[in-house]
């Protein structure tokens, strides 16, 4: 498995220096998925580079993509081994020139992630994490922050690009921010999870694809932080995939804000 993180390592940080080099000497280039969710030309370029050295190494296992191959039904199906893809995590912060910006490639094996890896170009930061081995951020151990209250918590957490479905998001940020120190909203979700897991962060919550959240959730479990989900799982469905209500916090907080994000959903 570790063969496998450093082909996934060594793939990320080639995408970062493609997306950096493209912000730092090309004209931004941006289109619309779906009417409203900004897409860049590098998010595509550095998809193509991903799944094609994927590709070339391991012909037989499945990529799920967020630009090239979206279709969601592949958590499910648990029969060859799964790449889990964010070209780019933060597409928003990338096009207005911040730093919050990373790419994330998780492997699972039968619906369980076995490797993740999350790398921040613009500030060369890289989260890793194997099974079983812990989390490292360029190469040392992290570990969450152990916080033991929410009064004294900072979380993070993030809002869809559709703005239909904002009022009960709206409910549980009111709540979260009435029970907790404050809130960051960063833009990338990958590197919200990363940052529980090293402590800079206490809390996240959000619902998201699983390119978001693959790699960094192992990450963050593998350093010691907890992950779960504030609503049910379906049954069947494979839970290190399911990117409904997902909390991930250092686990002395996680049952009372799990207790707080399901009281504002009922109410
Ligand atoms: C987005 C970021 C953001 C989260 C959104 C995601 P993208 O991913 O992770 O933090 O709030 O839900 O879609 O579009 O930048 O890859
Ligand atoms: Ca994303
Ligand atoms: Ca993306």
């Known amino acids: 498995?570790?063969?496998?993180?450093?082909?996934?390592?060594?793939?990320?940080?080639?995408?970062?220096?493609?997306?950096?080099?493209?912000?730092?000497?090309?004209?931004?280039?941006?289109?619309?998925?779906?009417?409203?969710?900004?897409?860049?030309?590098?998010?595509?370029?550095?998809?193509?580079?991903?799944?094609?050295?994927?590709?070339?190494?391991?012909?037989?296992?499945?990529?799920?993509?967020?630009?090239?191959?979206?279709?969601?039904?592949?958590?499910?199906?648990?029969?060859?081994?799964?790449?889990?893809?964010?070209?780019?995590?933060g597409t928003v912060n990338y096009a207005y020139g911040h730093h919050q910006v990373a790419i994330s490639i998780a492997y699972a094996e039968k619906g369980h992630v076995q490797a993740g890896i999350v790398h921040a170009p613009f500030v060369a930061e890289t989260f890793r994490a194997v099974r079983g081995h812990g989390a490292t951020l360029n190469q040392a151990r992290i570990q969450h922050s152990g916080a033991t209250v929410p009064r004294d918590s900072l979380f993070a957490t993030g809002f869809p690009y559709t703005k239909d479905k904002l009022p009960p998001l709206v409910k549980r940020l009111d709540a979260m921010i009435h029970n907790c120190r404050d809130l960051r909203r960063l833009g990338s979700a990958a590197l919200d999870i990363c940052w529980v897991a090293c402590?800079?962060?206490?809390?996240?919550?959000?619902?998201?694809?699983?390119?978001?959240?693959?790699?960094?959730?192992?990450?963050?479990?593998?350093?010691?932080?907890?992950?779960?989900?504030?609503?049910?799982?379906?049954?069947?469905?494979?839970?290190?995939?399911?990117?409904?209500?997902?909390?991930?916090?250092?686990?002395?907080?996680?049952?009372?804000?799990?207790?707080?994000?399901?009281?504002a959903s009922r109410g």
């Open 199 to 263: 402590g800079r962060l206490d809390a996240y919550y959000e619902s998201v694809s699983p390119w978001d959240f693959a790699a960094g959730r192992l990450i963050a479990l593998e350093a010691g932080a907890r992950a779960g989900h504030f609503s049910e799982v379906p049954d069947g469905y494979p839970v290190d995939l399911w990117g409904q209500d997902l909390l991930i916090s250092a686990p002395e907080i996680y049952n009372q804000l799990r207790d707080i994000l399901q009281e």
């Open 1 to 89: 498995m570790q063969a496998i993180a450093d082909f996934a390592e060594q793939i990320a940080l080639e995408a970062g220096r493609l997306i950096k080099h493209e912000r730092d000497n090309n004209p931004l280039r941006t289109d619309y998925k779906d009417q409203t969710e900004l897409v860049t030309h590098a998010d595509l370029l550095a998809d193509k580079l991903i799944t094609e050295a994927i590709q070339a190494r391991f012909p037989s296992h499945r990529i799920l993509s967020e630009e090239s191959r979206p279709d969601k039904s592949q958590a499910a199906d648990l029969d060859s081994p799964l790449w889990i893809i964010d070209p780019i995590d």
